[in-house]
């Protein structure tokens, strides 16, 4: 049987316990670190590049590495919404992800942002 015990460390990240794998760390999602964390490995999901380390996954940007959610790989068969199409509800097994004080919402591929009573697809947040 697994325990954990999280205990607060700072603003930006927790380090708990792990009675199997010692000490880990989950950084905050939307944060932007100076650095990688020791270890980190890169990965390519979908086309895109992102650096992983002990169940976190950041990406590059102008002044470091963004702590993002875990990319999602889609089966090749579903289809990305053009960039500003709209649509009247979203679809069923939707993700919401919070980034800079903003709602974006995540399916098929595809990232939404409300606008008046529809939802229109963005780029990324992420980059």
């Known amino acids: 049987m697994c325990s954990l015990a999280i205990v607060f460390t700072g603003c930006n990240r927790y380090d708990y316990d792990h009675d199997r794998s010692g000490k880990a760390t989950a950084y905050r999602v939307g944060t932007t670190y100076n650095t990688l964390p020791r270890g980190y490995r890169s990965v390519a999901v979908d ?4 650096y992983y380390s002990g169940g976190n996954y950041f990406q590059r940007r102008d002044r470091g590495y963004v ?61």
């Open 47 to 50: 086309g895109r590049d992102y």
């Open 67 to 127: 702590a993002v959610e875990r990319p999602y790989r889609y089966p090749r068969t579903r289809t990305r919404a053009r960039i500003g199409a709209s649509v009247s509800t979203l679809p069923k097994r939707h993700h919401t992800i919070r980034y800079g004080n903003r709602n974006y919402y995540y399916a098929d591929g595809s990232y939404y942002r409300p606008r008046g009573g529809t939802y229109v697809t963005v780029r990324s947040p992420f980059g």
